[in-house]
């Protein structure tokens, strides 16, 4: 157990809907960062939060959004489904702003059918 | 803006082999981190490299890192088939944004 949290850890939705996946960090650390992965594909950063406040965006649809909690879990929603959302989707926290290098949550399994 | 690249991105050796795998990034840094990711897992933290010169080892594998020359090797020695597995390295950049780089991962599939 690394000590991140993801929930669910399979999800199977349809088309158009609108999903939740939720993030606890390690304790302690503040950042949060969320990463999709495709079959076959390496880790595409999303975006990031810092004790509550977002700190960086990467290649995040409009589609999808985030945000990170007084408690400092995190949720990316992800709306309007589209068969290429089926990902593996990856939540990660650091201490002091990913200086240590990042713990990573055993993931989510999101399939659009 | 930092890239980080790794190759190759696809490896099959027998075992028994020695390899290496490399890590090129473009910019300076002085921190480099080196994971594992079996298929379907999470990434599991393999390496983390503080500083120039800097070498690791844990078994069968062992991870060094050249600031000046923005190089880090992943040298995996006498290959088992258990040590099959995707491995990426990510690099901080120490930017305002926190956020560290990561390659697109070296895919290794290491044949009985």
């Known amino acids: 157990d690394s000590g991140v949290t993801q929930t669910p850890k399979h999800l199977i939705t349809a088309t158009g809907q609108r999903v939740t996946l939720r993030c606890s960090p390690r304790s302690g650390d503040l950042s949060v960062y969320w990463y999709q992965q495709s079959l076959d594909q390496g880790l595409q950063f999303l975006i990031q939060y810092y004790n509550g406040e977002e700190r960086a965006k990467g290649n995040i649809l409009e589609r999808f959004s985030a945000q990170q909690f007084p408690d400092l879990h995190s949720e990316l929603n992800l709306s309007s489904l589209e068969l290429g959302d089926s990902a593996l989707y990856f939540c990660a926290s650091s201490v002091v702003r990913g200086r240590g290098g990042y713990t990573f949550g055993s993931g989510t399994r999101l399939t659009v059918v | 803006e930092l890239k980080v690249e790794q190759n190759p991105l696809f490896l099959s050796m027998q075992e028994g082999k020695n390899y290496t795998i490399y890590c090129n990034y473009s910019?300076?840094?002085?921190?480099l981190y080196w994971y594992r990711q079996d298929p379907g897992k999470s990434l599991e933290s393999l390496f983390v490299?503080?500083?120039?010169?800097a070498v690791k080892q844990e078994g069968r594998l062992m991870a060094s890192l050249d600031t000046k020359a923005r190089l880090s090797t992943l040298h995996i020695t006498a290959a088992v088939h258990d040590l099959s597995a995707t491995y990426f390295c990510a690099v901080d950049p120490a930017r305002r944004d926190d956020k560290i780089i990561f390659g697109k991962g070296t895919r290794l599939h290491i044949l009985p």
């Open positions: 910019t300076t840094s002085d921190r």
């Open positions: 490299l503080l500083s120039n010169g």
